[in-house]
């Protein structure tokens, strides 16, 4: 049994959900989300929205948590958003931002230019003395994801001396260098 797919999700001020066919859409004040789905009903009823599964095969077992948390990730991200940091660790690594195209100094000979997608808003800090971090924000979570282990993916932190680029919060497990 489903535990999570048995949860209502409440729909906030501001957002509208609306099901039409096989698919479910979002709107808020920060944009509009589809998804499309199967094997599940879903319902809108008294500002929640269920998920449902009309038997317990294998199949509607795993999809009935999957498709309520899709839900859930479209409804908060049209009315709040999502936000990603990451956070450049090592000497002379610098990240810089005009517009969507983000510039990444990581120690390689050239200069890394990457484009980002138009829904994903990026910023770059940079304070003195501090390393610098890249924010990306959408109301889609899984792009906000995709985008950010892109920009991960061209330097991802080594476990000696933790240099590479790693999200704001995590903890990495370091390894003890050769002895003498």
Excluded: C
């Excluded at 929205?49 to 309520?68: F, I, P």
């Excluded at 990026?122 to 924000?137: A, M, R, W």
Aim: hydrophobic share 35%; net charge positive; glycine share 10%.
């Amino acid at each position: 049994m489903s535990r999570i797919g048995n949860n209502p999700v409440a729909i906030p001020e501001g957002v509208t959900v609306e099901v039409k066919d096989n698919a479910i859409i979002a709107k808020g004040k920060l944009g509009e989300l589809t998804q499309n789905f199967d094997a599940v009903k879903i319902k809108v009823e008294e500002g929640n929205v269920y998920v449902t599964r009309s038997s317990d095969t294998k199949e509607q077992k795993a999809k009935h948590g999957l498709y309520r948390s899709l839900v859930n990730n479209m409804i908060e991200g049209v009315s709040n958003g999502w936000t990603k940091q990451l956070e450049l660790v090592g000497v002379g690594y610098r990240a810089s931002n005009q517009g969507n195209k983000l510039e990444l100094a990581l120690g390689f000979s050239h200069n890394i230019v990457m484009s980002v997608a138009p829904e994903v808003t990026v910023e770059t800090v940079s304070d003195k003395g501090k390393n610098p971090i890249i924010k990306l924000t959408s109301h889609d979570k899984q792009l906000v994801g995709q985008v950010a282990a892109k920009i991960r993916g061209f330097r991802p932190p080594e476990p000696y001396k933790g240099k590479g680029i790693k999200f704001v919060g995590e903890i990495l497990r370091r390894k003890a260098g050769k002895s003498a």
